[in-house]
């Protein structure tokens, strides 16, 4: 399987599973906060009743929220899929278990747990529709931060390793720039909207929107690992024909039988 | 980790396995891998609006029907 091909296949897998667990465990949540808001509505709108029509019904969007979740895998497994390209086109072939899951641990670091931290995710029923255009800027604002934060931390551990300087000195410079890049987050304007769901629910939400998120990057590392190092060994064995994202990773190993 | 004579042949043969091609490849890929993304997360009727019009804005079908998935996931709704 091509480079390509394996952060797809891992992506669609990690999608899957993350998809499938929200389904059984969350999804009753989220029925009881769409019920609660509709019943919001409803007390709101009492004047007019059928202001708000839904498009589609609770069974289809828990449907949806499996399709959300496998083509989100997908997506974010080609993009590690290139990243590990970019990073790795030197060696292409070594080590995959442990870089799949740096690159992963990575990934949710900068594109979802720093966001996070900024804006953390909300039920259905907290949101107001018309301030979601600039909640939407500010969040690809905080993904924008926790991505620069992320890549300035993994170039200058590069360095540091490449002078030849030791973990505790390497470490401690990645929590510097994770806890400025957390920092600046802050500088982005808070929340306009009113917290209207209680705190109980609401962090029941946020625990079980963390979860997620883990799932799917965890299986998402764990699955580009295993098919990458499924590919180094069969590399080992068959003479090196690959290109950058042929079949075969890694041009290192001598193509001679042992 | 110092690399095995052998690496520095080998990778130039590797990279320069029709780069052109693979070059496509990667663009392609992160070109599907971002408008999926956007479908999921960040639209609100543009990517339909073309084909069907007014309605896809007004009715917002991608975003409710990944509705629960934006939310669980962090994106923010309505």
């Known amino acids: 399987m091509s480079l390509l091909g394996r952060g797809a296949a891992a992506g669609t897998v990690a999608g899957l599973l993350s998809g499938g667990f929200s389904w059984l465990l969350v999804e009753p949540l989220m029925d ?6 509709a019943a919001h509505e409803a007390a709101e709108h009492s004047a007019h009743a059928g202001h708000h029509a839904e498009v ?3 069974a289809t969007q828990h449907a949806g929220l499996l399709v959300a979740t496998t083509v989100t895998g997908l997506a974010l497994g080609l993009l590690l899929a290139v990243v590990h390209l970019l990073l790795h086109r030197h060696a292409p072939g070594t080590g995959a278990w442990p870089r799949a899951l740096r690159l992963a641990a990575a990934g949710f670091t900068g594109l979802w747990l720093l966001p996070f931290v900024r804006y953390p995710s909300d ?8 301030t979601v255009g600039p909640r939407t800027q500010a969040w690809l604002g905080a993904v924008a931060i926790g991505l620069i934060g992320v890549a300035l931390a993994w170039a200058l551990h590069g360095r540091l390793a490449r002078r030849g300087h030791g973990a505790p000195a390497r470490q401690l410079c990645v929590a510097g720039v994770l806890g400025a890049a957390t920092a600046a987050l802050f500088t982005l304007p808070g929340d306009p909207d009113a917290l209207t769901v209680p705190a109980g629910p609401l962090w029941d939400f946020r625990l079980w929107s963390v979860a997620t998120a883990l799932v799917l990057w965890a299986a998402l590392g764990a699955a580009f690992g295993l098919l990458g190092e499924r590919a180094g060994r069969r590399s080992r064995r068959t003479a090196p024909h690959g290109g950058l994202l042929g079949a075969t990773a890694s041009p290192i190993e001598p193509s001679t039988p042992r | 980790m110092p690399h095995p004579p052998l690496s520095a042949a080998g990778d130039s043969l590797a990279v320069t396995v029709r780069p052109l091609r693979d070059a496509a490849v990667v663009v392609t890929a992160v070109a599907l891998a ?29 975003h409710e029907f990944a509705h629960d998935g ?5 994106a923010p709704c309505h």
């Not at chain 1, 009881?32 to 808001?37: D, L, P, Q």
């Open chain 1, 123 to 130: 039920p259905p029923g907290v949101g107001d529709p018309g």
């Open chain 1, 32 to 37: 009881r906060a769409v019920r609660r808001e």
């Open chain 2, 70 to 74: 934006r939310h669980l996931l962090g």
């Open chain 1, 56 to 58: 589609f019904s609770r």
């Open chain 2, 34 to 62: 971002l408008l999926a993304l956007y479908a999921v997360f960040l639209d609100q009727g543009q990517l339909l609006s073309p084909v069907l019009g007014k309605v896809a804005t007004s009715a917002n079908y991608l």
